[in-house]
């Protein structure tokens, strides 16, 4: 038997903004929590592994899984699907795991819409200038690659108050612990109280608005946010 502890969080966030490290340093840290795998139809790339990298099916499979209602969400993109499928997140659910399912916010919103007791979390650059550095920094983007995606990322920071945890990566080990600080304490209330409910920390940054990120030289935001105003250490 479980403890119930198991919780579906959705991770967003501007392309820059650090997703990827700062949920390959939660998975280090932190056996409970794992990654939904995505399913796809396109082909396996060189390296990729079934059941690790994607789920990889036929058209047919996977046109199978939304006609039976076993996808999370899904998309097409071109001749291929990808998708979500229900399945594997239930099992950890029910295992205790909490599941990160990286998402843009447009499917956190269809996410939202079928699964409202689903956490939040929104990953923010410090400005968008140090966003815009950090993109040009890879070295692998195009000049119209960089403003494509700043304008994006604006549309998306102007959405962040729409999730339940905004998580400011000025620095990379605050914004972990910050990460790790809700998770815990998430997980813990499920075991305690059994129930989603009214458990909630309010967000970091609420007064955050597109507008602190229009300036290239806008100030940079304090990394986190003492809990122990709010009681909870």
Not at 28 to 46: G, H, Q
Not at 75 to 95: R, S
């Amino acid at each position: 038997m479980t403890d119930g502890s198991g919780f579906l969080l959705i991770f967003s966030g501007p392309s820059g903004s650090g997703k990827d490290t700062v949920i390959h340093d939660i998975l280090a840290r932190d056996d409970k929590t794992v990654v939904s795998i995505s399913m796809t139809t396109r082909a396996p790339r060189v390296g990729e592994v079934d059941g690790v990298d994607y789920y990889f099916v036929t058209k047919d499979e996977f046109e199978s899984h939304i006609k039976n209602d076993e996808m999370l969400e899904w998309a097409q993109y071109g001749d291929n699907y990808y998708g979500t499928p229900k399945a594997p997140v239930a099992k950890w659910i029910e295992e205790g795991k909490t599941v990160i399912l990286e998402i843009e916010v447009q499917g956190a919103d269809k996410i939202r819409a079928k699964y409202p007791d689903v956490r939040t979390m929104f990953l923010m650059p410090p400005s968008l200038h140090v966003l815009e550095t950090r993109l040009r920094d890879r070295g692998t983007n195009s000049e119209d690659d960089i403003k494509a995606r700043l304008d994006v990322a604006k549309s998306e920071i102007g959405r962040a108050s729409d999730y339940d945890y905004i998580i400011v990566n000025n620095r990379l080990e605050d914004a972990v612990e910050d990460a790790l600080e809700i998770i815990f304490r998430h997980r813990r209330h499920l075991r305690e109280s059994g129930a989603q409910d009214e458990f909630y920390y309010g967000h970091q940054y609420k007064e955050l608005t597109i507008d602190d990120y229009i300036d290239k030289d806008a100030r940079v935001l304090p990394p986190n946010e003492d809990f122990s105003e709010r009681g909870l250490k």
